[in-house]
C-alpha cells in the first residue's frame, strides 16, 4: 500500500540517476578533449643530435700543454610540448686539446656550480677556467682546481671530429645538452 511519502522519494530517485548519467556521458567527450590536448606531453622526447660547430684545418698541437681551441655558441631548434622555437641560443662550449693527446674535447660553459658562465682565464704557462661568480678555477681539460665549491668537473659533452667530405680537414660536431647545477653527480635537464 502507497504512502504519501513514496512518489516524491521515487522521483528523487529518477532524478538522481538521469543526472548521474548525464554526468557520465557529459565527461566522455571532455575526457577525449583532454586526451587530445596533453597528447604532447606524454610522447618522448627525441634524443639530442650532434650539432656541427665548427670545422678545424688541423688538431691543435698539445704536446706541451692543453690547447684551447675556441668558444662556441650553439643554437638549435627547441621544441616543448606545443611550439617549435627555431635556431635558439642554447648555450656555449669550449673546445680543447688536453695535453699529450690529438682528440678534441667539448665543455659545456656553464658553471656546474650554479650556472655563471664560465671564463677563460691566461696566462704565461697557458690558460686556465675560472667562474666569476664563487671562483670555482678549472684546469685547461676541465678538471676542478682544488680546493674548489663546484661540486664536479666542468661538464664534458660528447663531440665527434671526423675527417671532412674532402679529406681536407676536420669536422666538429658536439651533442649539446645542459646539466643541473649544485650535484655532484651529471645530471641531464629535461
Ligand atoms: S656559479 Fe660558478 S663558482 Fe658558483
Redesign the pocket.
Known sequence: MSTAGEPPRRSFLMEFFAAAIGGVVGLVPLAAGALVYFDPLRRKKPAASAVPITSLDAIPDATNGDALIGIYKISANRQDAWNLYPNEPIGSVYLVVPKGTKEVKALNAT??????F?DVNQSEGGYSFL??????AFHGDGSRIMPC??PRDMDELVCKTEPNSDKSGYDVSVVFQNFQ?GLAKKTPKT
Open positions: 658553471c656546474p656550480h650554479l650556472g655563471c664560465v667562474c666569476p661568480c664563487h671562483t670555482s665549491v663546484s647545477p
